[in-house]
């Protein structure tokens, strides 16, 4: 095994190496068996403080993550912004100061705004890890989405991925990017041209992605179906004539289902509108592992901790 | 370091009557579109005697004891520089500049006149409120400051503003500054009547709707970055739009920052037909890129090659030999200095830019200094308040064209000087006999590292922080008085210019 160097912070793949992911995977496995184990705690992380800091809400994020950091017995609080001196006017760079003089060692981020857990970053000794900013990166969704790839095909080096929705406002299609390309997964991106933009604004950063504006062309050979959450205000923004449409034409419907067969994954990073872009059908087939990557993320999300934590 | 020899004592005795000569510099007069070596005689504020050594014969003035000999061998002189486009905040916002804090910066950067954005509190919409700052600036300015009025009362975009008024008052154009007027109707309204008044609007082009909740410029990297983009189009639809009413007025419509490919091009052709409409372009839109935005992030320039012409001059001093570029690696991700309003653009829209600047569709360079306070930048990309501080690096950052050979020295300094006065509709600025002495002295060749802390201005905020550039002021003097000299401490330990490196920028084939 490699050992990668440090790593102070996660905040989005694209600094993480092909090894470094690989290895990370591994580490989550180990954890995955402890977390299967009747007393589901380790003491890695024992002593140490990992503060949840969420400006957004986000109920099972911040809970796996607390679960994961408590498998690994650290000190783990919540802080969210509501109600806190955040509503008060404390700016973000105070709020991470002062958390830094409470003794947190690690920081678990949830922020509106992309960019945000770069800017903790830089006035704050620990580590931050991203649980998500605005439309930017969600590292830990892409891990445990690698995780899972990896756990049911057994491999995620040339295996085709389709991921379909809202991607122009996706963190997670951002995150996945960076993680499926480097371990060496054929990418497409599908979506209506409203919620993607111009093809060169993907393949600039990401030049073997594939883009296509057809649901069903996409799907041609898929290993796995990546739908997106679309949330219902960007039919009210204009982006789209109709929740109709949007379903008929790139909702994931019972039967696109039937089409696709059996041994195509079909994920998607919650919360789900069942109806919308995916059906309560694809939800519960068999080859759904929608679960299992809810189950994964704690495993993932620990070894992550475990990491940084050195 | 004799770059500048001032004597001290001179310099303590009363206003007014002082004479100063500054002896063998590079003078450039874009008016004339001449650049010599020369001597240049200033007393009661106004040039009284330029000596071009080139001539034979010519007679060197001999100072008498009343005469302060400013050492200008190896320097640049020109006329001093207008900026269009500053927001000096005072009133209403002194805690992120004021007259005194702004305009003491422009003298830094070399600016004689600054053009008042009227993004001040009382909105400079009624006579009162532009005798209030034209009186601020009477007490407290470094420079010359012209009011810019506001077009619509409150800037609001609601009613037109006492424009006959405020004409009477002094100001030099009419402005919603950084607020775009949403009602077209109303725009024509107020251009018809600017029109009669002869005085130009000056617009800030963004179609509101298409930047809704905008962060950056819409493209590769705000795709890379997720941060809500504004496309190129809202600000060429906005100056179409403009354009078309500035025909059918008669209106002379200025552009204040215009920042991409697609508003040149409009731009071009609107001229070519013949309405008038002018047009300024700001130093960062001209030299940096959206790819700032990722800061780190992004993979370290190419040095560029010469574009134009190879470099006929060596280096003789390696320390000075800067790499042609500048680094965006030098700040974090995500840094707000870059958010301004408009948005850095793509490549393609800076060449476009740097094209319209040569061909003349671009009159002018203006700084667009807009400052603003550290609470309102030390925050979340998207949340932070658009603008940076940019009377101070406006000089060295557009020198970085010159260096690299896009640009020729002469046109520059006419950019910032000859360029801005036509938009004003006044007589170009120049250093002729006669004229007010409003003159600037900078070593295109000395490099610096860029120091916020050490701005004039109270805003901190610049994308340049820590870059190596090469160009400062030496000297600045508004009607015959210094307003600013550069500190001989600062100079400590820098190679002192030698003419033979700026043969080679001056050209003078």
Not at chain 1, 266 to 273: F, R, V
Not at chain 2, 166 to 193: H, K, Q, T, W
């Amino acid at each position: 095994m490699t050992s990668a160097p440090a790593r102070r912070h996660a905040i989005d793949l694209d600094d993480f190496s092909g090894d470094e992911i690989e290895a990370l995977l591994e580490t989550a496995e180990s954890m995955k068996e402890v977390l299967a184990r009747e007393i589901k705690q380790v003491p890695a992380l024992r002593g140490r403080n990992v503060v949840n800091m969420f400006y957004e809400e986000s109920t099972r994020t911040r809970i796996s993550f607390e679960l994961a950091a408590r498998a690994l017995s650290a000190n783990i609080v919540n802080f969210t912004a509501r109600g806190s001196s955040v509503e008060k006017g404390e700016s973000l760079v105070d709020t991470v100061r002062t958390l830094q003089a409470l003794g947190a060692d690690i920081v678990v981020m949830r922020h509106s705004q992309a960019g945000a857990p770069y800017l903790a970053a830089q006035h704050f000794r620990g580590s931050v890890i991203n649980a998500g900013d605005g439309r930017h990166a969600h590292p830990t969704q892409a891990l445990l989405d690698l995780f899972t790839i990896r756990e049911r095909l057994g491999q995620v080096r040339g295996v085709q991925v389709v991921i379909v929705g809202d991607i122009v406002h996706s963190r997670v299609a951002r995150s996945n990017l960076w993680g499926l390309t480097r371990m060496g997964a054929h990418v497409t991106l599908c979506a209506p041209p409203t919620l993607l933009g111009p093809a060169a604004y993907w393949t600039a950063t990401w030049p073997e992605v594939r883009v296509c504006h057809r649901f069903d062309e996409a799907l041609a050979g898929a290993d796995v179906v990546m739908a997106l959450r679309l949330q219902k205000e960007r039919q009210q923004a204009g982006l789209l004539p109709s929740l109709r449409e949007y379903t008929r034409r790139y909702g994931l419907t019972p039967e696109r289902l039937e089409r696709l067969g059996e041994r195509t994954l079909i994920m998607h990073p919650g919360p789900m509108n069942e109806g919308v872009e995916i059906a309560p059908e694809a939800v519960v087939a068999p080859n759904a592992v929608i679960e299992a990557q809810v189950t994964n993320g704690v495993a993932v999300r620990m070894a992550l901790l475990y990491r940084l934590a050195g | 370091m004799e770059a500048v020899g001032l004597e001290l004592r001179a310099l303590r005795s009363p206003r007014g009557n002082m004479r100063y000569l500054i002896k063998s510099g590079s003078i450039i007069d874009p008016a004339r579109r001449v650049a010599t070596v020369g001597d240049i005689l200033v007393a009661d504020g106004v040039v009284q005697h330029v000596v071009d050594l080139a001539e034979l014969h010519a007679e060197t003035e001999q100072p008498d004891d009343d005469v302060v000999v400013i050492n200008a061998r190896g320097a640049v002189v020109a006329p001093g520089f207008t900026d269009l486009h500053a927001h000096l905040r005072e009133p209403g916002d002194e805690h992120k500049e004021t007259v005194a804090t702004g305009t003491l910066a422009a003298a830094r950067g070399g600016f004689t006149t600054l053009c008042a954005m009227p993004s001040t509190r009382p909105t400079p919409d009624s006579a009162a409120a532009v005798r209030l700052l034209q009186e601020l600036a009477r007490r407290d300015g470094h420079v010359h400051v012209d009011v810019v009025g506001a077009l619509t009362v409150g800037r609001e975009g609601r009613a037109l503003a006492e424009l006959g008024e405020l004409a009477e008052a002094g100001c030099i154009a009419f402005s919603d500054a950084g607020r775009p007027v949403a009602d077209a109707a109303l725009m024509r309204n107020a251009m018809a009547y600017a029109a009669e008044l002869g005085l130009p609007v000056m617009a800030h082009c963004d179609d509101p709707r298409l930047s809704a909740g905008w962060a950056m410029h819409e493209g590769v990297v705000s795709t890379r970055l997720g941060l809500p983009g504004t496309p190129a189009a809202a600000e060429v639809a906005a100056v179409a739009r403009e354009i078309a009413l500035a025909e059918d007025t008669g209106c002379h419509l200025h552009l204040c920052q215009v920042s991409t490919a697609g508003a040149v091009a409009l731009i071009r052709a609107a001229r070519a037909r013949g309405v008038h409409v002018t047009a300024e372009v700001s130093p960062h839109h001209l030299t940096l890129t959206d790819r700032w935005v990722l800061g780190s992030l992004a993979p370290r320039p190419e040095p560029a090659a010469p574009v134009n012409k190879p470099r006929r001059r060596r280096n003789p001093n390696p320390e000075l030999s800067l790499p042609s570029w500048l680094d965006p690696a030098l700040l974090p991700p995500y840094d707000s200095s870059t958010r301004v309003s408009p948005p850095l653009r793509s490549e393609e829209d800076v060449e476009a830019l740097l094209e319209g600047l040569r061909d003349g569709t671009i009159d002018a360079i203006a700084t667009g200094h807009t400052p603003q306070s550290r609470v309102e930048k030390e925050c979340e990309y998207g949340l932070a308040a658009p603008g940076i501080s940019a009377l101070e690096t406006a000089l060295a950052l557009v020198l970085t064209l010159v260096h690299r050979g896009e640009l020729d020295l002469v046109d520059l300094v006419a950019k910032l000087t000859e360029g801005p006065a036509s938009v004003l509709g006044r007589s170009p600025a120049t250093l002729r006999p006669g004229s007010r002495a409003d003159i600037v002295i900078f070593d295109p060749d000395r490099a610096w590292t860029v120091d916020a802390s050490q701005f004039a201005s109270r805003s901190r905020s610049t994308p340049l922080q820590g870059q190596r550039l090469k160009g400062q002021v030496i000297l600045t003097m508004v009607s015959g008085r210094i307003a600013y000299r550069r500190d001989e401490g600062e100079a400590a330990g820098s190679a002192q210019p030698s003419p033979s490196r700026l043969e080679g920028i001056l050209g003078n084939e």
